[in-house]
């Protein structure tokens, strides 16, 4: 792969600013609506993040997520973006974000 396919790849941050459930999902996930800001606004999603998150401790976080990817139905819901998360030693997910906090919508560098 080129470097310049990587820069193709539009990795942005925001804040979750909502989020629910998920039971209708084939493995447990949470719905999250994510605030980038500017241009890109208001997102939503799912993730399979229930083992580290409920969804009440998402609101308010940070993530990063890839923003130019096609929607993508999941069952009932239309995922409008990717979250970006790590395995942790069990294969549950632990979300990626910065470690301070920045505007809505900063890219990644």
């Given at each position: 792969?080129?470097?310049?396919?990587?820069?193709?790849?539009?990795?942005?941050?925001?804040?979750?600013?909502?989020?629910?459930?998920?039971?209708?999902a084939r493995?447990?996930?949470?719905?999250?609506?994510?605030?980038?800001?500017?241009?890109?606004?208001?997102?939503?999603?799912?993730?399979?993040?229930?083992k580290?998150?409920?969804?009440?401790?998402?609101?308010?976080k940070?993530?990063?997520?890839?923003?130019?990817?096609?929607?993508?139905?999941?069952?009932?819901?239309?995922?409008?973006?990717?979250?970006?998360?790590?395995?942790?030693?069990?294969?549950?997910?632990?979300?990626?974000?910065?470690?301070?906090?920045?505007?809505?919508?900063?890219?990644?560098?």
């Open positions: 792969m080129a470097f310049d396919d990587f820069l193709k790849v539009d990795i942005r941050v925001g804040t979750v600013v909502k989020t629910e459930e998920f039971p209708e493995k447990p996930a949470i719905k999250m609506w994510i605030d980038f800001g500017g241009t890109i606004g208001e997102r939503k999603t799912s993730a399979q993040v229930t580290h998150y409920t969804p009440e401790s998402l609101v308010g940070q993530v990063m997520a890839v923003v130019n990817f096609a929607p993508r139905q999941i069952g009932k819901f239309m995922s409008e973006v990717l979250v970006l998360g790590l395995p942790d030693e069990e294969g549950g997910i632990v979300l990626i974000g910065p470690d301070q906090a920045v505007p809505n919508g900063g890219q990644m560098h």
